[in-house]
């Protein structure tokens, strides 16, 4: 099955700089897809490529099977929202939906849809120019599924939205790809959607530098097993005789290379008391800002 | 191509800047052609011809040329041009939307400032008892030259929006070159005249005006409309590659 959204080998020069260079990742159907980097890593430059808006250097995107100028309807394969929505502050929230549906082909009465959907029915016949920016983000929102597009791209799109606002965005996410939607969410902030996504893009200066499911990349952060309790240096003891890397003191252990289970086994059978066994996870910033990092210093300016 | 043209329209009158544009276009135009219908003396042959008043709708050409120049230009000021892009991304089939939304609204506003402005001279004229029997056909065909100038100024504004996509370097720009350059330009022998002419803001002020008594450097109005079109077209081919080749990065 030929994926949701496919960048392959993707290159583009301004000028001197090289903003995307050799990218390649994918997206399926079905999953939500963060989109990571650094302000400045490429991630907009890669999506306008990837919606038709700017010309690659080199490389292929395609959305749906095809690069996008040629999909026959594009707001029903593709709804997209790029630098959090942009309209006229002159024009309604309605009217401005109204007018895309109509170049689309899609009735009028789908445009008062959409702005149901996002929560936006009552500020509809309000001028843009007077939306709040969690209001814009929703028009956008709002225009990205007029056609019930099966693929959404998002740049950003928990910018300037208050918690509340990243709760119902994470929750609507969620349902959307539960009914088969592939997602792509960018964002600079991986905490933000560290708890929407399903798999992580990471790239720094134009380059990918991870494709991993999300838990995978957890994984990569964990900092070993720690144990506490009374009689921990007997354990500690145990854990060394049978050549496990132990690191701490009496006031608590941490293993490296041992699993929660196996520490278990070893506790149970040699019936040690203890207070705590947990999982240290760095935090997924740390891993970002490691992988994000690499990036930065593999390449010499 | 239809749904854009109606989506375009959508647009241009969802926001009101096309009305005051609009609104203003005719408002001076009329206000003028009356204020010129009841205040001009014509007495004898060094006075004026009332003939001269037929023209004061050709002021519309101005006001078209900045809302072709608004239909793209505005796009790109609030990058209201991603949204659309999405919906439409073929950039050539926007800009051609665009092209064909603005000859409407010019159309429109042709007919209303063209044609309110000559039956209001006519009119007021008759009222005050001065010979309006101008040559026949005159009438007919300055209003038909007109309507048609202010229609081909709205695709030129289109093809020099898409050129120059800011809009205040575009309307400045085309304002500059018709009131200002196309004058300096007038100074320079052969130039000068070539310029007054062949230039667009000449061969728009020719096509609107099917007197007989014209000017040396005037041209006839079926010369002065294939000009004014080839210039629209030029503009428009332009602007269309310009479009084509450019990220859209607003």
Known sequence: MTHAIEVSHLTKRFGEVLAVDDLSFTADYGKIVGFLGQNGAGKTTTLRILLGLSNATGGTTSVAGKPYARLEDPLGTVGAVLDGGKFHPGRTGLNHVRALALAAGLPQTRADEVLEMVGLSEAARRRAGGYSLGMRQRLGLAAALLGDPKILVLDEPANGLDPQGIRWLRDFLRHLASQGCAIVVSSHLLSEIAQTVDEVVVIGKGRSIAQAPINELMARGQGGIRVAGPDVVRLRGLLEADGAAVSGDASGLVVADRTGEQIGRVIAANAIVISELAQISQSLEDVFFELTDTATTEVPS | ?250
């Open chain 2, 1 to 250: 191509m239809n749904r854009i043209i109606s989506s375009e329209l959508f647009k241009l009158r969802t926001t009101r800047t096309f009305y005051a544009l609009a609104g203003s276009a005719l408002g001076i135009v009329l206000l003028i052609t009356v204020a010129a219908a009841l205040a001009t003396k014509f007495r004898g042959s060094d006075g004026n011809r009332p003939e001269d008043l037929l023209g004061i709708g050709n002021f519309a050409q101005i006001f078209a040329l900045i809302l072709g120049i608004l239909a793209v230009t505005t796009e790109f000021r609030h990058g209201t041009i991603t949204p659309s892009l999405l919906a439409v991304p073929d950039r050539v089939r926007l800009t051609l939307g665009k092209f064909g939304a603005s000859l409407l609204v010019g159309l429109a506003l042709g007919i209303l400032s063209v044609g309110i402005s000559t039956l209001l001279v006519l009119g007021l004229l008759s009222a005050r008892g001065v010979d309006t029997d101008f040559p026949s056909g005159e009438v007919l065909y300055s209003v038909l030259g007109g309507i048609l100038a202010v229609v081909l100024y709205a695709g030129i504004g289109v093809g020099v929006g898409a050129i120059v996509r800011n809009q205040v370097g575009a309307i400045v720009g085309a304002l500059v070159w018709l009131f200002v350059v196309e004058g300096l330009l007038g100074i320079i022998p052969t130039v000068g005249d070539w310029i007054s002419e062949y230039g667009p803001g000449g061969a728009g002020s020719a096509l609107g005006d099917s007197s007989a008594d014209r000017g040396s450097h005037t041209m006839d109005q079926l010369p002065a409309g294939l000009v004014l079109a080839a210039y629209c077209l030029l503009f428009l081919v332009v602007g269309v590659h310009m479009m084509r080749r450019r990220d859209i990065t607003a």
